[in-house]
């Protein structure tokens, strides 16, 4: 399995950018799908996840300003992010696969990880 994430870039404050993530191979379509983000010298920290249904879940940093969607039948997921602030600058991560507890995160993350793509916002 690899997932491919794109759309990443630099952009001022209050602005938008849409990532994608691309699932190619054996993954199934009812796994959830989620974005992570990793700023510099932090952890990485969970953004938002949509599961097959189209049930979402978001970070309270990133509620009313990001919208996860995903079109399954093509294994992609979506992550649009407005009104951007400074601190939304990470890399930013996909993630997909059947759910396993990272005891050191202390939560369930998929089994796969895309390269990441960087977001830049300019205050």
């Known amino acids: 399995v690899q997932l491919q994430a794109s759309g990443g870039g630099v952009v001022q404050a209050g602005g938008s950018l849409n990532l994608s993530c691309v699932a190619t191979g054996s993954i199934f379509i009812w796994n959830d799908m989620s974005w992570y983000r990793q700023g510099p010298g932090m952890q990485r920290d969970f953004v938002a996840s949509i599961n097959h249904g189209g049930g979402t879940r978001y970070a309270d940093s990133v509620k009313g300003r990001f919208i996860i969607s995903r079109d399954a039948t093509k294994k992609q997921a979506y992550l649009q992010m407005k009104s951007l602030k400074p601190e939304d600058t990470a890399v930013y991560y996909c993630?997909?696969?059947?759910?396993?507890?990272?005891?050191?995160?202390?939560?369930?993350?998929?089994?796969?990880w895309g390269q990441g793509t960087q977001v830049t916002v300019s205050s």
């Open positions: 993630n997909a696969g059947p759910q396993r507890y990272n005891a050191n995160a202390r939560r369930h993350e998929g089994d796969f």
